[in-house]
């Protein structure tokens, strides 16, 4: 069964330091997702990307972030300037377009980022 | 208001019980709606997708209220490995909200 993959699984950075977190979605998937989980909180959306460019971002995707699909198979999630509070497990999602369950989202084992 | 809001639980049940859960949300322009399930530290797994008719895959079953802006989610005969979170998810014109979870520990 085809599967969304993210690297590295874990990064520990330091303050200060840019970060890049790279997802494969499913590979006839059209729509990709990020989101984060602080420890003991709930998921949160910070973007979508849709045919090369973002559809939609939250608050929290601030100039800090940027999103890129560099080739056909890879999605990243660029942090610049790290901080404590990025600390987090950040997902990649993504879904597919073309049939009666399009909206339905398959998530990635995640990366977890620790700034220090 | 949150978009989405769950009781967190725990819900503590033994093993073969009935267990229900509810989520309501506030945008009633809300177009799609799914029940995820997450283990801890793990990523969040689709459980089944919500539909206006309600529909049912095994021992669960998903119902949707649109009038009260409300979703449920029903687990018959639980097993040990339904232990886990339950994330209700809605979607908002290409944004993905989700519920806190609601915790569930199923016991032998």
């Known amino acids: 069964e085809p599967e969304v993959t993210q690297t590295p699984s874990h990064q520990v950075t330091q303050m200060g330091q840019e970060v890049i977190l790279r997802c494969v979605p499913i590979?006839?998937?059209?729509?990709f997702y990020w989101y984060r989980q602080i420890l003991g909180q709930k998921v949160e959306f910070l973007v979508s990307?849709?045919?090369?460019?973002?559809?939609?971002k939250s608050e929290i995707f601030d100039d800090q972030f940027s999103v890129e699909r560099p080739d056909g198979s890879n999605f990243t999630l660029k942090i610049r300037s790290t901080k404590l509070e990025d600390s987090a497990m950040y997902f990649c999602?993504?879904?597919?377009?073309?049939?009666?369950?399009?909206?339905?989202?398959?998530f990635g084992p995640g990366t977890r980022l620790t700034v220090t | 208001r949150k978009e989405v809001e769950q009781d967190p639980g725990p819900f503590n049940v033994p093993e073969g019980a009935t267990v229900a859960f509810n989520c309501t949300y506030s945008?009633?322009?809300?177009?799609?709606f799914f029940w995820y399930r997450q283990d801890c530290r793990k990523e969040p797994k689709l459980l089944m997708s919500?539909?206006?008719s309600g529909n049912e895959d095994g021992r669960f079953t998903a119902q949707l209220n649109r009038a009260s802006q409300y979703i449920s989610l029903l687990i018959r005969d639980s097993k040990l490995s339904d232990s886990a979170t339950y994330l209700c998810?809605?979607?908002?014109?290409?944004?993905?909200?989700f519920g806190s979870g609601t915790k569930l520990n199923v016991k032998p």
């Open positions: 999602a993504s879904r597919s377009s073309r049939d009666r369950r399009s909206y339905e989202q398959y």
């Open positions: 590979s006839n998937h059209l729509y």
């Open positions: 990307f849709y045919n090369n460019e973002i559809s939609e």
């Open positions: 945008n009633s322009a809300s177009q799609s």
């Open positions: 919500v539909y206006s």
């Open positions: 998810v809605v979607l908002n014109f290409n944004k993905f909200y």
